[in-house]
């Protein structure tokens, strides 16, 4: 069983719908979690970042961490085409290493 | 400012050379990471640097990878006799420090093929 697991999708949205992405993990020891999107041949670019249990907000992006269920999402609000690409989770422990544990991703495709 | 960079973006070689893989990390960043990302694997730590040392290692595949870093920038990975499961982008990340916030910053990695 893998550390973090994500729902490859894919997922097709309409524009302008609510996205809700998830990923759920086992090791409790997890305390940095973030969002990356990753657009096709491109490097993953961070989106979202938070330290702990909490939400987080940042324009149309919203960021959950639930450490009692070990269980991470994200909501993309009024999602646009433009949001189409894989979005990927992932985390670390704290320390100086701090190597991120990623998700496997899910494919987002929001249609016009 | 400049993100990280990578270079060469494409790389395509024959089975049992080797390639060399550059890093250059957003300047005054001190961490710096390799990671590979495959089809059956997805995103997998390689190997991580503080400065010019390499803590951890643990992800590296074989001895045939290896990896520096020189001057606290520039990082080059080197894959020696490359088998055809080398195939993958290879992304290097860097990171401000290794103390507190793990916010990584990836480039835009190196698509290697092995034929």
């Known amino acids: 069983q893998k550390e973090v697991e994500q729902d490859p999708g894919p997922l097709s949205v309409p524009e302008g719908a609510i996205v809700s992405l998830n990923c759920t993990y086992s090791n409790s020891a997890f305390q940095y979690f973030m969002w990356y999107r990753q657009y096709s041949r491109k490097g993953p670019e961070l989106l979202m970042y938070?330290?702990?249990?909490g939400n987080k907000e940042d324009g149309r992006f919203t960021a959950q961490v639930d450490k009692s269920s070990k269980y991470i999402s994200l909501f993309i609000r009024d999602s646009q085409p433009s949001d189409s690409a894989t979005y990927l989770c992932a985390m670390s422990f704290t320390g100086t290493a701090s190597k991120l544990t990623f998700g496997t991703g899910t494919r987002l495709q929001v249609t016009l | 400012g400049a993100g990280v960079s990578q270079s060469p973006s494409n790389k395509v070689t024959e089975k049992g050379k080797d390639v060399e893989l550059r890093c250059d990390p957003i300047s005054g960043h001190t961490a710096l990471y390799w990671y590979r990302q495959s089809l059956g694997q997805g995103l997998e730590f390689l190997i991580y640097f503080q400065g010019n040392s390499a803590p951890d290692k643990s992800g590296l595949p074989s001895d045939r990878f290896s990896a520096e870093r020189t001057g606290g920038s520039v990082s080059t990975l080197t894959i020696q006799r490359t088998q055809q499961e080398d195939s993958a982008v290879y992304l290097c990340?860097?990171?401000?420090?290794?103390?507190?916030?793990?916010?990584?910053?990836f480039g835009p990695g190196t698509r290697l093929t092995v034929t």
């Open positions: 990340a860097s990171r401000r420090s290794p103390e507190g916030s793990n916010e990584q910053y």
């Open positions: 938070t330290y702990s249990s």
